[in-house]
């Protein structure tokens, strides 16, 4: 079976009533659009909740009503999600000179944005400085639902089609996606320098409470720039997090767990990017501004739970040993390792003392990636554009090109750090030893990098007995012997 119509309109009758109809038309090719009141069209009136049903349920009747006004077809009701593909019109292409892309570009957009036929269309103020941008897309209504349907089915799964305008503004979007890239940047400077001022706790805290302060206007906004404000505080939290998190981990979990926490946050990173598509994906099914809101509102969740949770942080020790905080310092390290009775956090505490050295250059490593990643973002549209560059599919020269450097670089350049502690990464950089040669370097064992290694190796294992001496590799020393010590505060 079939939809009960051949063509299609909604209308308001002359007696008030919204209806659904068959027009009837003297001929097909009847411009429906010049309908007005003056032009008494009717239409017979279908009735059934579903317009797009097959069975019979939804039919056309008998009864004749005068149209007083066309109105839009679906309302946003009646489309549960909308996709668009990213696929010009060829004498589109031509004109610009650009090449047929491989593969369209999919999509969505929620239904809020459907405006119905011959209703105004709210251009917000900030963008009503002509730099509001449209152009005419081929609007298709699938009638049912389809799975790798092949080309000469098609038109089966189409319900009706029409001419729709697509209005945007390329200098609101171009902002919304390149402002937060220069806050994510400044995060992680303000990160670096807070993080050294005032340690890691108190700015992780201040961090997510500007993260909630974002995701909080986010979810009220109501216009254009508290949804840029909101965005550009999150990727600001973001930035702050980047630099700070993986450094807090580092500097308190044991040598021979570290790589695993460490890299425990790129995984939730990825981790949460998977679950939060699934969840915008399913919202953007709903009809309403739950379809962006909830996602949003998602946001809340984890930096709520680690306020409300992080009353148990630590401090970092390394932190307060660089402020001569060494009384604290010496609390943290209990406060950590000290569920392991051959753990002796005095020794550990002068090891570290021995060779602490601050790590600026972490933060202009962040830093620098981040305003790489920007200048990227910014230029590839220019490079790909047929009115500037035209490089089209040979930009992947060039990045292609960057990428076999940057593999060369990494092979003499990029150090093996498994199982390494802190101390003795510094001891093997102080050393000036080739990246290629950590993975073999064998520390003198009188080193203080070889005594910290050897000592959270055996406080990430507690569970093992005896004693052993600090010298031989791991275990607990009645007595240390530092020498030249620096205050570091």
């Not at 639902?145 to 000469?152: G, I, L, Q």
């Not at 739970?305 to 630590?314: A, K, T």
């Not at 670089?409 to 498994?418: D, I, K």
């Not at 390494?420 to 102080?430: K, P, Q």
Request: with cysteine.
């Amino acid at each position: 079976m079939k939809v009960a119509w051949e063509r299609l309109i909604r209308f308001i009758a002359t007696d008030g009533r919204t209806l659904y109809g068959e027009p009837i038309l003297s001929s097909p090719e009847v411009d429906l659009s010049t309908t007005t009141a003056e032009t008494k069209l009717q239409a017979k009136v279908n009735v059934g909740s579903n317009i797009y049903n097959e069975t019979g349920a939804t039919r056309v009747t008998a009864e004749v009503v005068t149209a007083h006004k066309l109105l839009g077809l679906l309302t946003n009701e009646d489309v549960p999600i909308l996709r668009c593909v990213g696929l010009n019109y060829k004498t589109h292409i031509q004109k610009t000179g650009r090449l047929p892309p491989p593969t369209p570009s999919i999509f969505f957009k929620p239904n809020t944005t459907i405006i119905g036929h011959d209703c105004n269309v709210i251009i917000p103020k900030s963008a009503q400085d002509e730099q509001a941008d449209y152009e005419g897309e081929l609007c298709i209504v699938i009638g049912k639902d389809a799975k790798d349907v092949p080309n000469e089915e098609a038109l089966d799964y189409v319900a009706a089609f029409t001419a729709g305008n697509d209005i945007s503004s390329p200098t609101q979007l171009s902002l919304l996606n390149s402002l937060p890239r220069i806050t994510f940047a400044a995060g992680i400077l303000l990160g670096g320098v807070l993080g050294e001022r005032f340690g890691r706790r108190p700015i992780i805290f201040l961090m997510l409470t500007i993260c909630l302060i974002g995701v909080t206007i986010s979810y009220c906004a109501q216009n254009y720039a508290q949804v840029l404000v909101g965005r550009m505080l999150v990727q600001g939290y973001i930035g702050m997090e980047g630099y700070l998190v993986p450094m807090f981990q580092a500097e308190i979990a044991p040598a021979a767990v570290r790589g695993v926490v460490v890299i425990s946050y790129l995984f939730n990173h990825v981790f949460g990017s998977f679950i939060m598509s699934c969840i915008t994906y399913r919202t953007s099914q709903l009809q309403n501004d739950y379809c962006w809101k909830i996602p949003i509102a998602v946001m809340f969740v984890i930096p709520a739970f680690v306020i409300l949770c992080g009353w148990i942080l630590p401090e970092s020790p390394r932190w307060l040993l660089r402020r001569g905080r060494d009384e604290e310092a010496l609390k943290q390290l209990r406060y950590l390792y000290g569920s392991n009775s051959l753990y002796t956090p005095e020794v550990e505490l002068a090891l570290m003392k021995e060779t602490l050295s601050m790590e600026v250059e972490k933060v202009i490593g962040w830093t620098f990636q981040n305003l790489a990643a920007f200048v990227v973002t910014f230029t590839v549209p220019y490079l790909i554009d047929a009115s500037y560059a035209n490089l089209q599919s040979k930009l992947g020269f060039i990045y292609g090109a960057i990428g076999v450097l940057g593999l060369i670089w990494a092979y003499f350049s990029f150090p093996e750090l498994m199982g390494r502690s802190l101390e003795e990464i510094d001891e093997m950089f102080v050393a000036k030893l080739p990246a290629r040669k950590f993975r073999n370097y064998k520390p003198f064992i009188e080193s203080a990098g070889h005594k910290v290694a050897a000592m959270e190796e055996h406080s990430a294992n507690a569970g093992d007995s005896g004693t052993a001496d600090l010298e031989g590799g791991v275990g607990r020393s009645s007595t240390v012997h530092v020498e030249n010590t620096k205050n570091y505060s």
